[in-house]
């Protein structure tokens, strides 16, 4: 993000948080402990559409309790702190490691209590065990992402409560991804969001959108329940719940009526997740943790199906699908070559596939499988399809306009591409 945008968000909360006269967002948080990320989209509005056979857990959270909590900057007896001293589920810092990401601490309170209890009991365990295990594949590229930006690596567990660690996840309201952006936002912080490409459901990219967004968000309000708050709501409904209760301590914007119970079950329900995805022994959960994700890239050329790609590499589509789930139409963008991800060892093949590709070409040594000829009652569009091309593409190959008529006995030039069928 430039440097000017970053500016406009510190002059924004700067005046607004002096016109409620309340003090400006802190550098150094001086009298402001950590506090804990939030991030779920509980209730109806953010509520997920699950992964088939899975029902989201949106439906199942109920409005926050209202009680008053104490002061959480101000640890005392009644504020039990649960610190991260002891080993966590996930840590990924590398031994040795001298610049400690920072810690987050949680609040101890009746709202973190309520979502620890109904995260053990009933369906919810289940669910919940599945998310864990699911985020064995993205935890550590998500705590390196967030090390490398100086955050907290807990922030991790916004995705847990938002997606379900669920890269493809999609809302009612039409956020996406890991971390369910919106499109707007998403364009804000650099992810590509057209008719081709869609980034937001590109986990690597859509998590420094993320971490960026949240590092804006606690410059602003100095504190990370109101980052996670404003995450959930925008920056904008959190600056209108302050000034209407003349606080800035989350726990009391939970008793106004500005915020929607979903954000005000957005933080308890986050912290939770954090607690139990720590040490999820300690709260009974026994998860299968996925393989981490890895890949491979290569580029490959403007407007080339994945059917096609898969068939050069020797790789599954599905899964060169799956791993490029970002690519709206199964292909390649085109205005140039697009860096894709592959499984292990597919990179190598399909580039090794394209140079045999050229040097048939640029002897015009094309085997009897290198080239179709038109059948009658064929189409461009058809032909290209049981070749793993698009129309464009295979348009391309020949030298030919996409609308050129094709006539029985026209020879089209495949190149080293088999039939898929």
Same mark, same amino acid.
């Given at each position: 993000m430039s440097f000017d945008h970053r500016s406009r968000l510190s002059v924004l909360s700067l005046l607004c948080l002096t016109s409620l006269g309340l003090p400006g967002p802190a550098g150094a948080e001086e009298g402001f402990p950590p506090l804990r990320p939030a991030g779920a989209p509980p209730i109806e509005a953010r509520a997920l559409e699950p992964p088939q056979g899975e029902t989201s857990f949106a439906s199942a959270a109920e409005s926050a309790l209202q009680s008053q909590a104490p002061d959480p900057t101000q640890p005392g007896l009644d504020a039990n702190l649960y610190s991260s001293d002891e080993p966590r589920a996930w840590s990924f810092s590398e031994p040795g490691l001298q610049n400690a990401p920072p810690t987050l601490l949680i609040?101890?309170?009746?709202?973190? %209590? *309520?979502? +620890?209890? /109904?995260?053990?009991?009933?369906? %919810? *365990?289940? +669910?919940? /065990?599945r998310w864990l295990g699911r985020s064995g594949r993205y935890a550590e590229m998500i705590q390196g992402v967030l090390r490398s930006k100086g955050l907290p690596e807990d922030l991790m567990f916004t995705a847990m409560i938002e997606s379900g660690f669920n890269p493809v996840a999609v809302?009612?309201?039409?956020?996406?991804g890991l971390w369910q952006f919106m499109a707007p936002t998403a364009r804000r912080y650099g992810l590509r969001v057209d008719r081709w490409v869609d980034e937001?459901?590109?986990?690597?990219?859509?998590?420094?959108?993320?971490?960026?967004?949240?590092?804006?968000?606690?410059a602003m309000f100095g504190s990370w329940e109101l980052a996670k708050a404003a995450y959930n709501a925008g920056e904008m409904k959190v600056i209108r719940a302050m000034k209407a209760l003349k606080t800035?301590?989350?726990?009391?914007?939970?008793?106004?009526?500005?915020?929607?119970?979903?954000?005000?079950?957005?933080v308890p329900a986050i912290q939770a997740a954090t607690l139990i995805g720590r040490e999820p022994e300690r709260y009974g959960f026994v998860a299968a943790f996925a393989e981490p994700l890895a890949y491979e890239q290569a580029p490959v050329p403007a407007v080339t199906t994945l059917k096609h790609v898969a068939a050069?590499?020797?790789?599954?589509?599905?899964e060169l699908e799956e791993l490029n789930s970002e690519l709206r139409l199964k292909q390649t963008p085109p205005g140039g070559a697009y860096l894709l991800k592959f499984p292990?060892?597919?990179a190598q093949r399909?580039?090794?596939?394209?140079?045999r590709e050229r040097s048939l070409a640029s002897h015009g040594r094309l085997g009897v499988s290198d080239?179709?000829?038109?059948?009658?009652?064929?189409?461009?569009?058809?032909?290209?399809?049981?070749?793993?091309?698009?129309?464009a593409e295979l348009a391309r190959r020949n030298d030919l306009n996409e609308a050129a008529r094709i006539r029985p006995g026209d020879r089209l030039r495949i190149a080293a591409a088999s039939p898929l069928d």
């Open positions: 609040r101890d309170n009746a709202e973190v %209590r *309520r979502f +620890l209890e /109904e995260y053990q009991t009933g369906y %919810r *365990r289940a +669910l919940v /065990e809302s009612r309201a039409g956020a996406k937001r459901l590109d986990p690597e990219k859509s998590t420094v959108a993320a971490a960026s967004y949240l590092r804006d968000l606690h800035r301590d989350f726990w009391d914007l939970t008793r106004g009526s500005v915020l929607r119970e979903e954000t005000k079950n957005f050069l590499a020797g790789v599954s589509a599905d292990s060892g597919g399909f580039t090794e596939a394209r140079l080239v179709h000829v038109v059948k009658p009652r064929e189409t461009m569009r058809g032909i290209a399809r049981r070749y793993g091309l698009s129309a």
